[in-house]
């Protein structure tokens, strides 16, 4: 089963603005991850941020956390049309060394040229 | 450095049938996690194998079996195949799992007929 949603589903913006996606998600976690899916192709890690962090930068991405609300959001600045997939938020559930991905619903973004 | 590699890309099956998915991760990594993409579960964790011991398993039916070889190779192996097992199907690989990104494969498209 999934471990949360995301919203919104679908995101359609014009090149040059930023795009926001929210991802929340239902149990006690390690870190949580944003993956890049483009179409027919496997998941690209993109940034990782632990459960003692509130916000993370790399590149034009920025990623918060907020584990009292068990949210967290990734705003991708300056899109590009090469910007345009699928995203999805992984937590990462606390405690053992086991690798088990919990993925949420995903946000297909499109960035418009 | 090659990428993890996943073959074959595209598999057409019947019901009834059996089917060995290989996964070859990248050199060094020792952990290999399995993921089936749907349209309509999202992605569903299956399993992950260490050093040819699966740590983690996820909600399955036990038609859904795997293994790992000692150079961290793994196979994924679906029994009487239904309907419903038409997905992609994606390997994850990172050196020992726990907080490291996963590198995916490009998956393989299984169809049943």
């Known amino acids: 089963s999934q471990q949360g949603e995301e919203d919104p589903q679908a995101l359609s913006i014009q090149e040059g603005e930023n795009a926001t996606m929210n991802c929340s998600y239902k149990?006690?976690?390690?870190?949580l991850q944003w993956y890049r899916q483009n179409s027919g192709r496997g998941l690209v890690h993109l940034i990782l941020i632990r459960s003692n962090e509130r916000e993370k930068h790399s590149g034009r991405l920025r990623v918060t956390l907020d584990t009292s609300k068990k949210s967290s959001s990734l705003l991708i600045t300056a899109s590009r049309a090469a910007d345009t997939a699928s995203y999805f938020c992984?937590?990462?559930?606390?405690?053992?060394?086991?690798?088990?991905?919990?993925f949420g619903s995903g946000t297909q973004l499109t960035v418009l040229p | 450095k090659a990428g993890v590699t996943q073959t074959p890309r595209y598999l057409i099956k019947t019901r009834g049938q059996q089917v060995t998915l290989s996964c070859s991760p990248i050199?060094?990594?020792?952990?290999v996690s399995w993921y089936q993409q749907t349209p309509g579960q999202g992605l569903q964790f299956l399993f992950e194998y260490f050093s040819e011991t699966q740590r983690n398993k996820g909600n399955f039916p036990g038609r859904f079996s795997g293994r790992q070889f000692s150079n961290s190779r793994s196979e994924m192996n679906v029994s009487t195949l239904e309907l419903g097992d038409s997905a992609l199907y994606l390997c994850?690989?990172?050196?020992?799992?726990?907080?490291?990104?996963?590198?995916f494969g490009d998956g393989t498209r299984l169809s049943i007929l």
């Open positions: 149990t006690s976690i390690n870190n």
């Open positions: 050199s060094g990594h020792r952990s």
């Open positions: 994850a690989s990172s050196f020992t799992g726990g907080e490291q990104p996963q590198h």
């Open positions: 992984a937590t990462d559930a606390e405690g053992g060394s086991a690798r088990q991905l919990t």
